[in-house]
T-cell receptor, first 112, second 113 residues
Framework: DAGVIQSPRHEVTEMGQEVTLRCKPI?????LFWYRQTMMRGLELLIY????????DSGMPEDRFSAKMPNASFSTLKIQPSEPRDSAVYFC??????????FGPGTRLTVL | GQQVMQIPQYQHVQEGEDFTTYCNSS?????IQWYKQRPGGHPVFLIQ?????EVKKQKRLTFQFGEAKKNSSLHITATQTTDVGTYFC?????????????FGAGTQVVVTP
């Protein structure tokens, strides 16, 4: 298995632009998580899905952030409009039965 | 703020020495997981502890879960340069939804040869 796949690996955009991050979880995993990592706030859980259904989105910072999981093999995290304070590394992770989480390589987002 | 506190934040270790990082929660945890993140990398799962007082070993790493299931520790013996990275604990609080993990801020470990 290729592991969790994320794209793009790096994204540089200007303030106000829409950003879409993509994730392909490990096949057979029923949980998918989106995290954000910054020096100031550490690793924060934004939202997670179980069997494609959003279960807990309490970590989503504000309405500018949205996440979808249209099927078991794909999820997106969208930021619209983006702001400089959204600059961070965004990780997607998947797991089976909420056990050990397998993290993707992350997307490093820079908003200018 | 962090729901799961982790100390120390930084640890400089001479190669060959031992060190311990600690994780504390104000609320009871269903279980706790430990992850390691190398510089520029992503978190990688190390272990999960579930039972009160549980102790698990992985070669030079010893993990412990407290009796009250509110704290945990990771002890590394005879540190090697390959141990460099940030170690995170992640607890599942009994009051949270099942899939949710609270990550500590991590202990960044630097090893001096």
């Amino acid at each position: 298995d290729a592991g969790v796949i994320q794209s793009p690996r790096h994204e540089v955009t200007e303030m106000g632009q829409e950003v879409t991050l993509r994730c392909k979880p490990i096949s057979g995993h029923d949980y998918l998580f989106w995290y954000r990592q910054t020096m100031m706030r550490g690793l924060e859980l934004l939202i997670y899905f179980n069997n494609n259904v959003p279960i807990d989105d309490s970590g989503m910072p504000e309405d500018r952030f949205s996440a979808k999981m249209p099927n078991a093999s794909f999820s997106t995290l969208k930021i619209q409009p983006s702001e400089p304070r959204d600059s961070a590394v965004y990780f997607c992770a998947s797991s089976q039965l909420a056990n050990e989480q397998f993290f993707g390589p992350g997307t490093r987002l820079t908003v200018l | 703020g962090q729901q799961v506190m982790q100390i120390p934040q930084y640890q400089h270790v001479q190669e060959g020495e031992d060190f311990t990082t600690y994780c504390n929660s104000s609320t009871t945890l269903s279980n706790i997981q430990w992850y390691k993140q190398r510089p520029g990398g992503h978190p990688v799962f190390l272990i999960q502890l579930v039972k009160s007082g549980e102790v698990k070993k992985q070669k030079r790493l010893t993990f412990q879960f407290g009796e009250a299931k509110k704290n945990s520790s990771l002890h590394i013996t005879a540190t090697q340069t390959t141990d460099v990275g940030t170690y995170f604990c992640a607890g599942r609080r009994t009051t949270d939804s099942w899939g949710k993990l609270q990550f500590g801020a991590g202990t960044q470990v630097v090893v001096t040869p």
